[in-house]
């Protein structure tokens, strides 16, 4: 069983960057694919980005699309979200989430995924 654990967020400015990072405490990422949702108080949780099991895929929110880069270092056994160009509405907590499937396409529905993080905050000041 893989248990995702997330580092990296912090306060930062608008305009500034962060790198969020989601390691695993259990079995390797590499056989999951992986994915990252955001939830703001008083927001639902949503979609973020989301990465194939080896790599080859991505797929973004709109409100990402440019400013977010999802990626994965399998030898290391992470999973990085690389923000840029960070704005107030970024602001919430982060969750990383690990999906079983044989397939090579990148999993988007929260429901897709078995096993989530607990959470790093985000908090851009304009």
């Known amino acids: 069983q893989v248990q995702p654990v997330e580092s990296g967020g912090g306060l930062v400015q608008a305009g500034g960057s962060l790198r969020l990072s989601c390691a695993s405490s259990?079995?390797?990422?590499?056989?999951?694919?992986m994915g990252w949702f955001r939830q703001a108080p008083g927001k639902e949780r949503e979609f973020v980005a989301a990465i194939s099991r080896i790599g080859g895929s991505t797929y973004y929110a709109d409100s990402v699309k440019g400013r977010f880069t999802i990626s994965r270092d399998n030898a290391k056994n992470t999973v990085y979200l690389q923000m840029t160009s960070l704005k107030p509405e970024d602001t919430a907590v982060y969750y990383c989430?690990?999906?079983?499937?044989?397939?090579?396409?990148?999993?988007?529905?929260?429901?897709?995924?078995?096993?989530w993080g607990q959470g790093t905050q985000v908090t851009v000041s304009s």
């Open positions: 259990g079995r390797t990422l590499s056989s999951y694919a």
């Open positions: 989430a690990a999906g079983s499937t044989y397939s090579t396409r990148v999993l988007i529905p929260a429901t897709s995924y078995d096993y």
